[in-house]
C-alpha cells in the first residue's frame, strides 16, 4: 500500500531529474534567442528547486520526523542535502555568468574565458553527484521502514540519547 502512494512520487522526482539532464546536455543547441534561453535556464533552476521542495516534503512525512527525531533524518541524508544545494547555487553562479555574458550578442563565442569555463566544468561535474545523491536518496524515501515505528528507529534513538 505504502509502494502504491510513493510511486508516482518517485515518477515526479525522475521527471525532475530527466528535465535537469536535458537541460544541461542539450541548452546549447536550444540557444535561438537569449529570452527564450533564459526561460529554459530559469525552468532549470525551478525544478532543481522542486526537487529539493519534494525530498523536504517527503522528510516530513517520515514516521521519524513525526516523532521529533529529525537529527537522524539530518544525519542520514546530510549528503544529499549539502550536493543539493551546492548544485543549485554553482546552476544559478553559471547561468547568470552565462547570460551576462552573451545578451548582448548572442552568437558570440563566450568560452575563452577561464573562470566561466571552469565554473562550467565544476558545475557538470555537481551535476554528476547531484544525480546520483538525489536518485539514492529518492529510493532510500520509499523504504517503507521511515513511515512507520520499527525496530531499527528505537535503536537509533536509544543511540542518541
Given amino acids: 500500500m505504502l509502494v502504491e502512494r510513493y510511486r508516482p512520487i518517485l515518477y515526479l522526482q525522475y521527471l525532475l531529474l530527466f528535465v535537469d539532464l536535458f537541460m544541461n546536455s542539450f541548452i546549447e543547441l536550444l540557444r535561438f534567442e537569449n529570452v527564450i534561453l533564459l526561460v529554459l535556464l530559469v525552468i532549470q533552476d525551478v525544478c532543481i528547486l522542486f526537487a529539493a521542495i519534494v525530498v523536504f516534503l517527503l522528510f516530513f512525512n517520515t514516521f521519524i520526523f513525526q516523532a521529533g527525531l529529525v537529527n537522524i533524518l539530518v544525519n542520514k541524508f546530510k549528503v544529499p542535502i549539502t550536493v543539493i544545494f551546492v548544485y543549485f547555487a554553482l546552476c544559478v553562479g ?53 513511515y512507520q515505528d520499527s525496530d531499527w528507529i528505537k535503536k537509533e534513538f536509544e543511540k542518541r540519547r
Fill in 94 to 146: 553559471l547561468h547568470v555568468w552565462y547570460m551576462t555574458s552573451r545578451w548582448d550578442d548572442p552568437d558570440a563565442y563566450i568560452w575563452d574565458n577561464d573562470g566561466l569555463r571552469a565554473l562550467f566544468i565544476i558545475q557538470r561535474t555537481a551535476a554528476v553527484l547531484y544525480y546520483y545523491f538525489y536518485k539514492r536518496t529518492c529510493l532510500k524515501l520509499g523504504d517503507p521502514r521511515f
